[in-house]
């Protein structure tokens, strides 16, 4: 597993726990100490007005998602091994998406 790997698994959301898409934003030092790893949710319900947070992929279907997902800094920490990798942000996602993690902790 590695930073901007799209993983799927039991997500707990906003609303309800179910198998859903996310993203690891963990850095590569965290993941080689730790067992857990730090994901931000993918969402298919695109919201109607998007939060700084908020980044629509360009790239969902390079990278193993089934339908246009919206990355949220709605960060979960979880077991590895309750996490499948599916697929690999492009590198103009995967760079979009840090920006919102660093807008959300950084700023």
């Known amino acids: 597993m590695k930073p901007g790997d799209v993983v799927v698994g039991m997500l707990t959301g906003a609303v309800e726990t179910k ?11 965290y993941l080689s100490e730790r067992p857990d790893v730090l994901v931000g949710i993918l969402t298919t ?3 109607a007005r998007l939060a700084s947070t ?5 790239d969902w279907q390079s990278a193993g998602l089934r339908a246009e997902s919206c990355f949220r800094v709605f960060v979960l920490t979880i077991h ?3 996490l499948t990798v599916v697929g690999h942000l492009s590198q103009n996602d995967w760079s979009k998406a840090q920006a919102c993690v660093r807008r959300a902790f950084a700023d």
Do not use: F
């Open 80 to 82: 590895r091994s309750e």
């Open 54 to 58: 908020d980044y629509i992929l360009q």
């Open 19 to 29: 198998v859903r898409p996310a993203v690891v934003i963990a850095s590569e030092g």
């Open 45 to 47: 319900k695109i919201p």
